[in-house]
């Protein structure tokens, strides 16, 4: 595919590329009120400023919803669904092409172009979506394979209800933060010696690779988004981090599952990528060896993405190492088969609200998507680039993803950085 | 205790006497937008019509925060901290009392009176609060000792854990609604044969009779409340309804715990009662064997109330049966340890969070919360006045919890009703 050329510098190598258009919050230093904004290669579009000077003059379907562009977070956006999400991507795509149709927007309109366009590292970047309620997933069946095995022992590690649904649990909203905000190492109980705890600092702190999903549906209580609506359901995706305290969430899970060894921070990258940009990577994912009850069959089996996630650690002092390379193909359940599953029974969904897809893990080395399995659960450790070792987080360390789709020549549909740097527990 | 003698008429065996003074969210047919009200014998006090006919005149502390009154949730009064609601409900309290200090107010105001003071029955309830998140706790633990015997065996019914902790799961906020709504029968995966899920309606529907709290403080992420400071964080109390499929329950919750079995709906009772009016009721909850870990360790003894709690169900053709009394007290955590546990980690509350205690059972044959006690997993059936029979819900079946403190001698301090009717399935 010949890359969308464009008279704007895109650098070859920018997870933004004109193929991407992804939405995000944005706030600068000379105006601090959070809005919305689209990255194209090293900038942003302003889309506040672009819209107050006549940016989407010639839309006319976007016109009467041009207000959701100056607000604090992407919800009322998400709410006008797919199609109008597809309209705004390729006008703003369209605006910024070689051969635009609207050379007066932008292409010829230098005083705009100044205004509008924000280097991207004068950016602050805020949490995309207000989010009601987040679902933690747990899809990646490579991830439950290699967790089942530490857990529930090498006979039976997984769980026989795991192929028929996809396992998840509830989890909180409120600790769901934007890429960069530092994470807390949490205090909590943690088992000394069998069946006796005490409270302590967690001493095995770890990350988890996953993809996020933000829904742009909502569904009354009682009636559920069926299957064949579901695709529609989903506004676009991030790449998430659900930093896990295993030591806590060890002694806690029985029987009601994880609960303090979760919600003291999850991290989200902060641009949305449509789902529209991501159709070009559609990808078989993990086979199913049961039969899907009708419910939850889609008729598009290339129903996940082939996105190249990778996980870097720096330590505090600076030594790095890439801890795992792996594609979001390994999920045993999509999205939309997510949606379908949550809302059977009727629980309602709001516009905001946030799926994970649970830890993506590959089956060789170096695919691991937290500690808990590239280590074997504390036991192998893993050097970093001047020999420190790594067992589970230290204070200090800096866990980044990457995530990105396609090649430098059909231009990169990629997700950018989701951060987070440990700070030391609080002494209680 | 002498009971606060009205110049208004307020019923004897009203729970809300001059001693409650509990807040929740009104409209009428005359007046439909949302606001606060505060029901006093049978009839209510619309807060917002008192405010703006100078109800609050003589109180400067309310005064600058009376804009609270007029909002469509309690959020924004919960907010102003316990102080305040303190201040709000002594001052209404002495509105109404014979001896009112501000005569000139109401009681001495036959048009105020006939405005403000709308008949109960006229009255719409809504959502008292809109909850950020909402967590169950599992703490009734009797309950969990019956369950642990259905599920764990008898042996070890009792997870190791269950002592030093508030075992918890984090719900779905967007699936609770107020007392009244319907709760419709949800589809979902049960197992036909071992291992062999087949997409049907719950057979199991299942009640749980549960206390819960509101928030009224929040906590920046990575700074706990401290269990000194928690008791200032619970707003008041509501009966709670954690509606629960059986089947689907059993199917789904290994090893994350339960999700689809308890995100179709879980029923509130309409009216806040505040802290201040449950204090004369205070008891000592369950013992525990194991010492509290000092994170969790309340000065307070008697951190439990007295509530005498009562469940009702109505089947479609109108035959009854009382199918559960018990008290408050049967729990081994109070809400400012469950805070307390919830927060050491850092996990953020907001104003507006929903906490559950847990299903509460007694010891005594008629003191079990839900059916899968009572019936004994559904082996020996309830009989209602008619001659029905009962192991869980059938379509119609209405479920009605009431709760309350104290005496007639000394004013009763109830919180009304909290019900639901069971609609059919849906056909999918
Ligand atoms: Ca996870
Ligand atoms: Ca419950
Ligand atoms: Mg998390
Ligand atoms: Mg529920
Ligand atoms: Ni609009």
Avoid at 21 to 34: E, H
Avoid at 85 to 106: A, C, G
Wanted: hydrophobic share 35%.
């Amino acid at each position: 595919m010949a890359p969308l050329r464009s008279w704007f510098p895109i650098p070859p190598a920018s997870h933004f590329s004109l193929a991407n258009i992804p939405f995000g919050i944005i706030s600068t230093t000379a105006n601090p009120k959070p809005r919305l904004g689209v990255p194209i290669g090293d900038h942003v579009l302003d889309l506040a400023l672009f819209t107050a000077n006549n940016g989407f003059a010639r839309q006319s379907t976007i016109q009467p919803h041009q207000h959701v562009f100056s607000e604090l977070t992407l919800n009322s956006f998400a709410a006008l669904g797919r199609p109008v999400h597809s309209v705004v991507r390729k006008y703003i795509q369209d605006v910024f092409l070689e051969n635009t149709s609207y050379p007066e927007i932008l292409k010829d309109n230098a005083a705009l172009q100044k205004e509008a366009l924000v280097p991207l590292k004068e950016v602050t970047n805020h949490l995309p979506l207000e989010i009601g309620d987040y679902t933690d997933f747990f899809v990646g069946r490579n991830h439950a394979y290699n967790c089942g095995i530490l857990f529930r022992g090498p006979e039976n590690p997984i769980a026989p209800n795991y192929d028929h649904l996809p396992v998840g649990y509830h989890g909180r909203a409120s600790s769901v933060v934007v890429s960069g905000t530092p994470i807390r190492r949490p205090f909590g109980q943690i088992e000394a010696e069998k069946n006796n705890p005490i409270q302590s600092p967690c001493l095995r702190l770890d990350f988890e690779m996953e993809m996020g999903a933000f829904v742009c549906k909502a569904n009354k209580m009682g009636e559920p988004i069926l299957i064949d609506e579901a695709e529609d359901a989903i506004f676009g995706l991030v790449m998430m981090n659900d930093w896990s305290a295993r030591d806590i969430q060890f002694w806690e899970s029985t029987p009601l599952g994880p609960f303090n060894s979760k919600n003291f921070g999850t991290s989200v990258s902060p641009w949305v990528v449509l789902i529209d940009a991501l159709e070009p990577f559609a990808a078989k994912g993990l086979p199913n060896a049961q039969q899907t009850l009708p419910y939850m069959q889609q008729k598009n089996e290339k129903n996940q993405y082939d996105i190249k996630l990778k996980v870097d650690l720096t330590s505090q002092s600076g030594q790095t190492a890439t801890v795992c390379k792996v594609s979001a193909t390994e999920l045993l359940f999509s999205f939309p088969q997510m949606v379908a599953h949550h809302t059977i029974g009727g629980c309602p969904m709001r516009v905001g609200d946030l799926l994970g897809s649970g830890t993506i893990s590959g089956n060789e080395p170096g695919s691991c998507g937290c500690f808990l399995e590239s280590t074997q659960g504390g036991k192998v450790g893993i050097t970093l680039s001047g020999g420190e070792k790594r067992m589970f987080l230290e204070d200090g360390d800096t866990v980044t993803f990457s995530g990105v789709c396609g090649t430098e020549d059909g231009g990169l549909v990629g997700f950018g950085e989701c951060s987070g740097t440990i700070l030391p527990a609080l002494k209680l």
